[in-house]
C-alpha cells in the first residue's frame, strides 16, 4: 500500500503564492508519475497538474498554465506545487495522485492513490 500526505495550504490573499507538498511512503514502484488536482465545493475534482518520473515532461490545466509550477525530487519521493499569483477561483481542496506508471494523465480515474487533501483558501 501506498500513502500520500499532503501539506502546505492555508489562507492566503489573492496575488500571494504557496508551495504545496505530497509526500508518498509505502510500497515503492520503480517509476511512476504523480498529479495534482483540486476540487471545490460543489464541483468535481478536476485536474491541474502532472509531472513524469524524470520530472522532463509537465502537463498543465490552463486555468493555471504559467502560475502553477509542478516538480519532484524522487530521492525523497515528493512532488511539489508551486502556485504563484493566487486567484479566489483556485480555492477548493488539493489532492495529490500517483500513477502505477510513468505516463501523464489528466483523468482522475486512472490514478491508483489518493492523498487526504489540502485546503487552499484565496481571499480577494
Known amino acids: 500500500q501506498v500513502q500520500l500526505v499532503e501539506s502546505g495550504g492555508g489562507l492566503v490573499q489573492a496575488g500571494d503564492s504557496l508551495r504545496l507538498s505530497c509526500a508518498a511512503s509505502?510500497?515503492?514502484?520503480?517509476?511512476?508519475?504523480m498529479g495534482w488536482f483540486r476540487q471545490a465545493p460543489g464541483k468535481e475534482r478536476e485536474f491541474v497538474a502532472a509531472?513524469?518520473?524524470?520530472?522532463?515532461?509537465?502537463y498543465y490545466a490552463d486555468s493555471v498554465k504559467g502560475r502553477f509550477t509542478i516538480s519532484r525530487d524522487n530521492a525523497k519521493n515528493t512532488v511539489f506545487l508551486q502556485m504563484n499569483s493566487l486567484k479566489p477561483e483556485d480555492t477548493a481542496v488539493y489532492y495529490c495522485?500517483?500513477?502505477?506508471?510513468?505516463?501523464?494523465?489528466?483523468?482522475?480515474?486512472?490514478?491508483?492513490?489518493w492523498g487526504q487533501g489540502t485546503q487552499v483558501t484565496v481571499s480577494s
Open positions: 509505502g510500497r515503492s514502484f520503480s517509476r511512476y508519475a
Open positions: 509531472i513524469t518520473w524524470s520530472g522532463l515532461s509537465t
Open positions: 495522485g500517483l500513477r502505477r506508471v510513468d505516463y501523464h494523465s489528466t483523468d482522475r480515474r486512472s490514478y491508483d492513490y
